[in-house]
């Protein structure tokens, strides 16, 4: 009865590849996002989705882009891994206008 | 920008003793939630505070927010080993950014038996 799940859990991979991490929610939320989290623990929105268009877009590098396929998912794909690439990313999903998010177990990403 | 100082950054004490742990913002904000998350695990979300004022409890856990809107505290007493964890206040911006949430530094709390 997972609510929000994220695949793979760790990524390793060398500088220069393009990887994607893929999420998806059986919550019936309408709102989707992506999170990074630094080595320092630190979280910070990167992308939402909110029935598929695009609502938040922080000043992230172009080599990252979001797809949502349908309200139930989100990926993240990332072009030409950098080693600052290296993180968690979460994904986690709400209902619109609703304060509580849930988040996923989390992607651990290491670029080498 | 509105920035969130969480503090402290790590506290490390014995079962059986009480902390706090502060968040304060550079501005008024409209609601504050805070997050408990494990290792290996995603945040998850303890309480919202919304109203200046405002107490709420859970169990041992008791979130404060200022009187002001500026500020919250979280109060654990008589922590647990179960009670280790990253802690993090996060602002609720509403209005045209809703779900934008912004977090704090954290606050890595362990917990020894």
């Known amino acids: 009865d997972t609510a929000v799940s994220q695949t793979p859990k760790y990524l390793v991979t060398q500088m220069g590849n393009d990887k994607s991490i893929k999420c998806e929610q059986n919550?019936?939320?309408?709102?989707m996002y992506w999170y990074k989290q630094d080595s320092k623990k630190f979280l910070k929105i990167m992308f939402s989705?909110?029935?598929?268009?695009?609502?938040i877009n922080e000043t992230v590098p172009n080599r990252f882009s979001p797809k949502s396929p349908d309200k139930a998912h989100l990926n993240l794909h990332i072009n030409s891994l950098e080693l600052g690439d290296s993180a968690v990313y979460f994904c986690?999903?709400?209902?619109?206008?609703?304060?509580?998010?849930?988040f996923g177990p989390g992607t651990r990403l290491t670029v080498l | 920008t509105q920035l969130l100082e969480q503090s402290p950054q790590f506290l490390s004490i014995q079962e059986g003793e009480n902390l706090t742990v502060y968040c304060n913002s550079s501005?008024?904000?409209?609601?504050l939630q805070w997050y408990r998350q494990e290792p290996g695990e995603g945040p998850v979300l303890l309480v919202t505070?919304?109203?200046?004022?405002e107490v709420k409890k859970l169990k041992r856990l008791t979130f404060q927010f200022g009187d002001a809107r500026k500020d919250s505290s979280l109060h654990i007493t008589a922590a647990q080993p179960g009670d280790t964890g990253l802690y993090l206040c996060?602002?609720?911006?509403?209005?045209?950014?809703?779900?934008?949430?912004?977090f704090g530094q954290g606050t890595i709390l362990t917990v020894h038996p």
């Open positions: 501005s008024v904000f409209s609601s």
């Open positions: 986690a999903s709400s209902q619109f206008r609703r304060d509580e998010q849930f």
């Open positions: 989705y909110n029935n598929k268009e695009l609502i």
């Open positions: 505070v919304v109203t200046g004022g």
């Open positions: 919550l019936g939320h309408d709102t």
């Open positions: 996060a602002l609720h911006p509403g209005g045209t950014s809703y779900g934008k949430l912004t």
